[in-house]
């Protein structure tokens, strides 16, 4: 039996962030993930916001920048291009390609670093509750570990099995988690290679498909779709949309990551006695772009301060964990319900409504691309935005 104040059990950016924060404010923290190699497989686009890593305190390193964007280009099925430079229009969403694998250890090694120990190769198989906590058995390098912690963090992804352990109803309903493809392909003929490319309508039901560069002819080329949405899989989309691209019909995959993203917004029940949820396992997703990084690395920070709080305070019950709750609906969850709404308006929209409003977004002026100004513009010329978006802003 290992004995700490606190485990996490998963080494994703949510998890090591908030391994890190625990550490920082005085908790002896164990941090365990069941892969030999912390970040691999990727299970992501790997975009992240500039912004959002400046506001959590992460310092870009050059290691785990794979390409720093530019822009974003919005493609309609007519193939209608808006293109959005960050050199003229105030971006606060542009940010970097991250190396995910590289990325990924960087923040587990700054959590070591804070003082968590951290434990690879390391299966979490059961969970039980007892008086005094809980108790995680685990198989660590093939053999079998109890490890005995006042409060657990769950960072085990959109499939987490430690909060449904716990009792919490944490997991993401099937309706609301896209099914999503990706390969890193070596030969894309981007029309731009610094602006990441976003395509919509039926090429990808439920979702998009993207163009994700990571250096001259590089790139993530992946997609997005809701199973409720089509009969075909998300290989079958994406195989469609590569081959009749002009940018990737050249181009060659060397890698492919397959995964589920939860879109259906944060999970209510994400806290417990001794347990709080983070990441994509409370489904800190934004429901508009399907990122999910950046808000998982903040949901990260303030499960580790609250925990750590907690621990100083002897009283790990749910009570005294719901700080966690109010961060989170306050800086999170609040901008969701918005984005929400608008995802089920533009799924209600035909390739051909899709087409028109992207006509008109090509000849705007916009000052600031973000999702409010974005959800604005679709009220201004589209009338049914008016009506199912009118009253968000």
């Not at 959590?56 to 099925?77: M, Q």
């Not at 209600?348 to 513009?377: C, G, H, Q, W, Y």
């Amino acid at each position: 039996m290992i004995e700490t104040d606190i485990l996490v059990v998963g080494a994703g950016p949510s998890g090591s962030l908030a391994a890190k924060e625990a550490a920082l404010h005085g908790a002896d923290v164990i941090l365990i993930d069941r892969k030999s190699e912390i970040g691999s497989p990727k299970r992501c686009a790997e975009g992240v916001s500039k912004d959002g890593l400046a506001q959590l305190g992460i310092k870009p390193d050059p290691r785990w920048i794979a390409r720093d964007l530019y822009g974003v280009r919005l493609v309609s099925p007519n193939n209608t291009s808006v293109w959005m430079d960050n050199n003229t229009i105030k971006i606060p969403e542009a940010g970097y390609i991250l190396e995910r694998k590289v990325f990924d250890k960087h923040m587990a090694m700054d959590a070591a670093r804070a003082g968590a120990k951290i434990m690879i190769k390391t299966n979490a198989t059961s969970l039980k509750r007892v008086d005094d906590g809980i108790i995680v058995s685990t198989n660590h390098m093939g053999k079998d570990i109890d490890i005995h912690a006042k409060i657990v963090i769950a960072a085990d992804g959109p499939e987490s099995r430690i909060g449904r352990w716990a009792g919490l109803e944490c997991n993401t309903e099937f309706k609301y988690m896209e099914s999503c493809i990706q390969f890193e392909m070596a030969g894309v003929n981007m029309e731009n290679n610094r602006d990441i490319a976003l395509f919509f309508g039926s090429v990808a039901p439920g979702g998009y498909v993207w163009i994700f560069p990571k250096g001259d002819d590089i790139a993530n080329v992946g997609i997005g779709v809701l199973k409720n949405k089509t009969n075909k899989t998300a290989y079958e989309h994406l195989m469609e949309f590569i081959k009749t691209c002009p940018e990737t019909k050249d181009a060659q995959p060397v890698e492919i990551n397959v995964g589920g993203d939860p879109v259906g917004g944060i999970i209510k029940d994400r806290i417990g006695d001794n347990i709080l949820v983070v990441g994509d396992a409370a489904g800190f997703v934004n429901p508009l772009t399907g990122g999910g990084i950046n808000s998982a690395l903040e949901s990260g920070v303030y499960a580790g301060i609250v925990a750590a709080q907690a621990i100083k305070d002897g009283d790990y019950s749910k009570n005294n964990l719901k700080e966690y709750v109010s961060l989170t609906d306050e800086h999170i969850s609040k901008h969701y319900k918005k984005y929400n709404k608008a995802k089920e308006y533009l799924l209600s929209l035909e390739d051909e409504e899709l087409d028109e409003i992207a006509e008109e977004f090509a000849k705007a002026d916009f000052e600031e691309v973000n999702p409010r100004t974005l959800i604005k513009m679709l009220i201004k010329v589209s009338p049914k935005a008016l009506v199912k978006l009118g009253k968000l802003f």
